[in-house]
């Protein structure tokens, strides 16, 4: 039997099956993409008695320069599933708001923080009887139960005292939820110097770490440990500053700490006070 006559020799069995290959990788690349590009996201949304759900295109008709910007935003992925899906990027933070519309904004949302008469009875909050206030950060909390053990931690921003809200950091109507990121570079190392301009600098003697960025020592929310640290002693800076053992002794930065390391953290054993910078020493000293 001839064989050559079944199967192809060389370059054209070769050919076939290379470009055979080349396509179903593409395919494989496709369908990843394609997957990794899917941003929205299904949310249960809460039952308000006597409201519906009416979409965000609704609120276009009078909250024109919010929602201008609005699709730019993180939430506006938000969307109920089901046969009757809609867009309910606003009412995933401020509830039905079919009354609200219908009364042209007199009744405020169920989930409202603006001014206006209060709902009818029954449409207090999100359930009968529920109290009316509804302070931000309780609205972020129904998603984002992590972030709430995060500031139950002893050292926290201010948040549940009431000093501070969510959006602050995270704009909730444009662009990204979190202040920074993307091409932004520095953005949400300015947006802490808002609250903490002591640390702006300039400065002559720099600290390489805080060009990382504050979170690369400080946690965001919540922290067991003092002044939002994210390791509460030394180590935090042995991260960076790499130990050298040498004939009996410790060495960083090529001087002997062995001492200084059973004194206390670098920043308060009165070696590294400026933490963030200085202007008159190059080992980070007042």
């Known amino acids: 039997m001839n064989f050559s006559k079944l199967i192809p020799l060389g370059r054209p069995l070769q050919s076939r099956y290379g470009w055979l290959g080349i396509a ?15 941003s929205r996201q299904a949310v249960m949304l809460p039952e308000v008695p006597g409201a519906k759900y009416i979409g965000a295109a609704e609120c276009e008709q009078c909250h024109e320069e919010i929602t201008k910007s609005f699709p730019t935003a993180d939430h506006a992925r938000l969307v109920a599933m089901g046969l009757n899906a809609l867009g309910a990027g606003c009412e995933s933070c401020h509830g039905p708001c079919s009354l609200h519309s219908d009364s042209g904004g007199a009744i405020k949302p169920p989930y409202s923080f603006a001014a206006g008469r209060p709902s009818p009875i029954g449409m207090d909050g999100p359930m009968p009887g529920a109290a009316p206030a509804r302070a931000k950060e309780t609205v972020c909390y129904t998603c984002h139960l992590d972030v709430r053990g995060q500031f139950e931690l002893p050292s926290h921003h201010p948040v549940p005292e009431g000093r501070m809200t969510c959006i602050q950091c995270h704009p909730p109507h444009r662009g990204l939820a979190h202040a920074g990121g993307s091409t932004q570079l520095l953005s949400q190392e300015e947006n802490c110097l808002q609250c903490h ?7 002559v003697f720099e600290h390489e770490a805080v060009r990382e960025g504050c979170t690369t ?15 509460r002693d030394s180590n935090l800076c042995l991260k960076c500053h790499f130990q050298q053992p040498k004939g009996g002794a410790i060495l ?13 953290s670098c920043w308060t054993a009165g070696c590294h006070e400026a933490v963030h910078g200085s202007r008159v020493n190059s080992s980070l000293r007042f």
């Not at 179903?24 to 899917?38: M, R």
């Not at 301009?197 to 400065?203: I, L, M, S, T, V």
């Not at 020592?217 to 390791?231: E, F, K, M, P, W």
């Open 197 to 203: 301009p002591a640390q702006r600098g300039p400065y």
């Open 217 to 231: 020592c400080h946690t965001a929310h919540g922290s067991i440990n003092a002044r939002l640290l994210t390791v």
């Open 24 to 38: 179903s990788a593409g395919a494989l690349v496709l369908v990843a993409l394609s997957c990794s590009s899917i």
């Open 252 to 264: 960083i930065g090529g001087s002997d700490h062995t001492t200084r390391l059973q004194q206390g």
